[in-house]
Nanobody, 124 residues
Framework: QVQLVESGGGLVQAGGSLRLSCAASGRTFSNYLMAWFRQAPGKEREFVAAITWTGGITVYADSVKGRFTISRDNAKNTAYLQMNSLKPEDTAVYYC?????????????????WGQGTQVTVSS
C-alpha cells in the first residue's frame, strides 16, 4: 500500500490561491492514479480532480474546472492541487487519494488509500 500525507492548506481570502501537496511513501507511486476530494462540514465527501499515472489524463469536477489544476511529479512521489480564484464555497477539508486501477473515478469508494486531510478555509 502507499501512505499519503497532505500539506499546504490554510486560510486565504476569496480570489486568492493555494497549492496543496500530497507526499506518498511505500509502494511505487507511479502505479497509482491520484485524486483530490474535499468534504465541507455537514456534507458528503466530493470528487475534485484526478490524474493518471503518466499525467496524461486529468479529470475535474465542474465546480473547479478552469480554477484548479492537478499535477504530479513521479520522481518526487508527490501530487499537487493548484487552486486559483478561490471562493468561500471551496472551504473544506481536502483529501488526497490513490487508486491502483488507472481509470479515473469520481466515487470515494473506488479509491484504495487516503491521507488525513488538510483544511482549506476561504474567507469572503
Amino acid at each position: 500500500q502507499v501512505q499519503l500525507v497532505e500539506s499546504g492548506g490554510g486560510l486565504v481570502q476569496a480570489g486568492g490561491s493555494l497549492r496543496l501537496s500530497c507526499a506518498a511513501s511505500g509502494r511505487t507511486f507511479s502505479n497509482y492514479l491520484m485524486a483530490w476530494f474535499r468534504q465541507a462540514p455537514g456534507k458528503e465527501r466530493e470528487f475534485v480532480a484526478a490524474i493518471t499515472w503518466t499525467g496524461g489524463i486529468t479529470v475535474y469536477a465542474d465546480s473547479v474546472k478552469g480554477r484548479f489544476t492537478i499535477s504530479r511529479d513521479n520522481a518526487k512521489n508527490t501530487a499537487y492541487l493548484q487552486m486559483n480564484s478561490l471562493k468561500p464555497e471551496d472551504t473544506a477539508v481536502y483529501y488526497c487519494a490513490a487508486r491502483r486501477a488507472q481509470a479515473a473515478a469520481r466515487l470515494s469508494s473506488q479509491y484504495d488509500e487516503w491521507g488525513q486531510g488538510t483544511q482549506v478555509t476561504v474567507s469572503s
